[in-house]
């Protein structure tokens, strides 16, 4: 059996009853749907048209939710049908960055992931879903589409369909008769400012949902609003955000933790310098506190928390969230019993035969410390519903961003502890060359190279040109790389740590707006 829809959009009438029913039959709490009716008006009065379009899971043949979810909650039966147990879902909303097509949200009694199931406890006994048996003109049919005498294979059989978004690979099977462009492409319009019915209420990042979003170029005169625009959105479910301030910042800690090795290991066995016990103690310390607030952001940014262990008890292997959190846990036990081994000596409780173990440590250490680092690149490509994150320059990138990272901590580190000249010296040296790197990749994928999506290239311009300029350009590339150049070109100590303070700021900076700004591209 293999299970789809099929939405004519020719006798569509907008009525919302599938809507309505859907909401109805699921108990779906206000505020969010599984089920929704796009229209829009087209044209300029008074040739004008208003076309429908129901909106809903596609249960997709390769759904890429199913692959990024880390305890199988979102799962594809063997009919077809892609569902969900609410019971099992950790909240992570990585299946919301998965879909192409919005179709996900996050149920506010439940904190857990939600969406159009196709009504499985109904047809398990034999009868269809409840949108499909309250439209009033038989406009949404569903059905086997490997059953040669089903209604829909006859129906996909003779009309000419279309689906959203065939370019992303995920072979949709909900299917338009009648489908219009302006209709399927949710950025074949602009993202309205205002609406025929209301403005637009920004509940995607920060503040109240309650606060209006200014409408700028507004052409009213009284009460009255004159749309000028030749499309006019008639109203948005507004969808949040799903991940915030806390994954930025992650990447940032994660970027410290992972980094500190990532440059000890590498200097131990090309010989570059020596590291005394003192130092090595204290780095692997600095290591583990910020390995600490990397998982703290990770599980407190989980909308249920107290069900973070599932990842380690029941993991799915696919998903990059479930081989993140076991590279981290690798990671903090070996980083773990390297502190314990280096305090150890240089407090004389273990003798100094011990020292050779370290040597055995750094060749176990650096692909676990760059695994660390870099497979947020690998969690971000399976996040199919932002084009901009999938960039082949994302593992290269965190990995620089880890060494920058590693060697700035060793340059502040230098007014703690005594470090040797050759460890002070490579210090400055990588921290300057992974600068100038990271410098060179940020222009090169976010500005220069023109990117390989439509929605790609909108989300870089919502970066640097727009939204979030402020944060790329003055935050990312001014404070985060030319400030700290010309602190170390001065030389001096106290340029150096303001050199430092201003990396790791401005490495934030740069994360904020590359992680938000995609989510500001409407998937529907």
């Known amino acids: 059996m293999n299970f789809g829809f099929v939405i004519n959009n020719r006798t569509c009438i907008g009525c919302h009853a599938c809507s309505t029913a859907c909401k109805s039959e699921n108990e779906v709490p206000l505020g969010t749907y599984r089920t929704w009716v796009k229209y829009i008006e087209t044209g300029r009065y008074p040739d004008v048209s208003r076309r429908f379009q129901v909106t809903r899971c596609n249960h997709c043949a390769n759904p890429p939710c199913v692959k990024i979810c880390p305890?199988?909650?979102?799962?594809?039966?063997?009919?077809?049908?892609?569902?969900?147990d609410g019971e099992q879902c950790i909240g992570c909303k990585a299946c919301l960055q998965a879909c192409p097509y919005d179709a996900i949200y996050i149920d506010p009694e439940q904190g857990t992931a939600a969406k159009c199931h196709y009504c499985s406890h109904r047809v398990e006994t034999g009868l269809e879903p409840a949108c499909v048996v309250v439209c009033p003109t038989h406009s949404i049919i569903a059905g086997d589409m490997d059953?040669?005498?089903s209604e829909i294979s006859r129906v996909l059989g003779k009309e000419a369909t279309t689906v959203r978004k065939p370019e992303q690979g995920t072979e949709p099977k909900l299917f338009y008769v009648d489908g219009d462009n302006v209709s399927l492409n949710p950025i074949a319009t602009a993202k309205p400012d205002t609406m025929m019915f209301a403005d637009v209420v920004d509940t995607s990042l920060h503040g109240s949902s309650n606060e209006q979003r200014s409408v700028p170029g507004d052409k009213s005169s009284g009460n009255e609003r004159m749309a000028e625009q030749m499309v006019q959105t008639t109203y948005n479910a507004q969808h949040r955000a799903p991940w915030h301030w806390q994954v930025p910042a992650y990447l940032v800690t994660k970027a410290l933790a992972s980094g500190i090795f990532i440059f000890l290991c590498l200097g131990i066995l090309l010989d570059l310098f020596v590291v005394n016990m003192a130092t090595m103690s204290l780095s692997s310390l600095v290591s583990l506190f910020f390995l600490g607030i990397t998982t703290a952001l990770l599980i407190f940014d989980l909308e249920r928390p107290e069900r973070f262990l599932r990842i380690i008890l029941q993991p799915q292997w696919k998903?990059?969230?479930?081989?993140?959190?076991?590279?981290?846990?690798?990671?903090?036990?070996?980083?773990?019993f390297w502190w314990a081994l280096e305090t150890f000596l240089y407090l004389g409780i273990l003798e100094s035969h011990w020292a050779e173990v370290r040597?055995?440590?750094?060749?176990?250490?650096?692909?676990?410390?760059?695994?660390?680092?870099?497979?947020?690149?690998?969690?971000?490509?399976?996040?199919?519903?932002?084009?901009?994150?999938?960039?082949?320059?994302?593992?290269?990138?965190?990995?620089?961003?880890?060494?920058?990272?590693?060697?700035?901590?060793?340059?502040?580190?230098?007014?703690?502890?005594?470090?040797?000249?050759?460890?002070?010296?490579?210090?400055?040296?990588?921290?300057?060359?992974?600068?100038?790197?990271?410098?060179?990749?940020?222009l090169l994928g976010e500005v220069l190279i023109p990117h390989a999506s439509q929605t790609?290239?909108?989300?870089?311009?919502?970066?640097?040109?727009?939204?979030?300029?402020?944060?790329?350009?003055?935050?990312?590339?001014?404070?985060?790389?030319?400030?700290?150049?010309?602190?170390?070109?001065?030389?001096?100590?106290?340029?150096?740590?303001?050199?430092?303070?201003?990396?790791?700021?401005?490495?934030?900076?740069?994360?904020?707006?590359?992680?938000?700004?995609?989510?500001?591209?409407?998937?529907?």
Not at 479 to 504: D, E
């Open 147 to 149: 059953d040669p005498n």
């Open 319 to 336: 998903s990059w969230l479930t081989k993140g959190a076991f590279l981290l846990m690798g990671f903090g036990l070996l980083s773990t």
């Open 359 to 442: 040597a055995w440590l750094n060749i176990l250490m650096l692909p676990l410390a760059i695994g660390a680092a870099i497979y947020t690149a690998f969690l971000f490509a399976q996040a199919e519903g932002r084009d901009l994150w999938q960039s082949s320059l994302l593992p290269l990138h965190l990995f620089v961003q880890a060494l920058c990272m590693g060697s700035a901590f060793f340059i502040s580190a230098d007014s703690v502890v005594s470090l040797t000249a050759p460890l002070r010296t490579w210090a400055t040296y990588i921290f300057v060359l992974t600068l100038a790197v990271s410098l060179a990749i940020t």
């Open 71 to 84: 305890v199988s909650a979102m799962y594809q039966r063997s009919d077809g049908i892609v569902e969900f």
């Open 456 to 524: 790609a290239a909108k989300a870089a311009k919502e970066m640097h040109s727009g939204k979030y300029a402020l944060f790329f350009w003055f935050g990312g590339i001014i404070l985060g790389h030319m400030v700290p150049l010309l602190c170390i070109s001065l030389g001096g100590s106290l340029a150096a740590n303001i050199a430092v303070v201003c990396a790791i700021a401005g490495l934030y900076f740069y994360e904020h707006a590359f992680v938000m700004a995609p989510q500001e591209i409407p998937n529907s």
